[in-house]
C-alpha cells in the first residue's frame, strides 16, 4: 500500500519568496485529500495539474489565517467550474459561521453542495472514514484550538487457513501548529510518515514558547519518540532563510529526515 503526499505551502504565517501558508495533499488509495488550505493552495493545485474534481474532502487544522485563508477562493471557483459533486470540509465549528457569509455573498449560484463537519480539536477521534482510508484527530498544543491529523489506510489480507483479515497501517500523519507535546505519542507511534511543523531553531526556543510553535530539534525528539519511519520538517518561519539549518538541527536527532518544499511529492 503506498500513498503520496505533495507539499502545496510550507510556509508560516508571513509568505516569502520561496514559501506560501500551509497547505498538502495527500493522496491515498486514489482518493485525494486536502489538508489545510492557505493563500495560494489553487494557484499550486492547478500549477501542478491537480484535478479539483477528484478532491471531495478538506482538512482544516485550526482558524489562523495561513491555514484557512485559500478556502474562499477554492470553494468560489468550484462553483464557477459547475461543479456537482458535494465537498465535504471538516474543522473547527467557528469556520461554517465565517465562511457562510463569504458564500452567499460571492458563490450562492453554485450547484454544489458543502458539507461542513464540526470536529473538536482538543480530542482524538475518528472523523472519516470509508473502505480503505481512516482520517483522526491528534490533539496539538497551539494558541487557538488546534488538530492534526492521522491517515491510516486498510486492506483485507488473506491468510493461510483462507480467511482475511485487515491489515491496518498508520500511513502519514499531519501535525502543525503546535509546540512540542509528547501527549500525541501514543496517537502516532509507529507511523511510517510525519510531517511536524519545525517554525524556529533551537536559538530561537523563547519565541517558540512564546508564540506556541515548535523547534527542528523538538519535531526530530518527536519523530524519534514516536518511532516514526521518516519525518517531513516544514511551517518555516520567514526569520530563517536557510531552510538547510533545520535539516542540521534534526538529523543528528532524527536522521531520515527531510525538508518540505513546495511541489514536492514524497512517498507515505
Known sequence: MKGTVTILGCGSAKPTKTTSPSSQLVNLHDKYFLVD????????????????????????????????????????????????????????????????????????????????????????????????????????????PTCGFLFKESQRVQKEDGSFERSVRKAYAYCSDTMYSEKILPIIEGVGTLYHESTFLESMGARSKEVQHSTAAQAATIAQKANAGKLILGHYSARVEDHNLFLQEAQPIFDNCVLAEENLTFEI
Do not use: W
Not at 461554517?96 to 454544489?112: C, G, W
Open 37 to 144: 488550505c492557505g493563500e495560494g493552495t489553487l494557484l499550486t493545485m492547478q500549477r501542478l495539474g491537480v484535478h479539483t474534481s477528484r478532491l471531495y474532502n478538506i482538512f482544516i487544522s485550526h482558524l489562523h489565517g495561513d491555514h484557512c485563508f485559500g478556502l474562499i477562493g477554492l470553494l468560489t471557483t468550484l462553483g464557477m467550474l459547475k461543479r456537482t459533486q458535494p465537498m465535504h470540509i471538516y474543522a473547527h465549528k467557528d469556520l461554517e459561521k465565517l465562511l457562510t457569509p463569504l458564500l452567499e455573498y460571492h458563490a450562492n449560484d453554485r450547484q454544489y453542495e458543502i458539507i461542513f463537519h464540526a470536529i473538536n480539536p482538543r480530542k482524538n477521534e475518528v472523523i472519516y472514514e470509508d473502505n480503505n482510508v481512516t482520517v483522526e484527530t491528534i490533539p496539538l498544543k497551539h494558541s487557538v
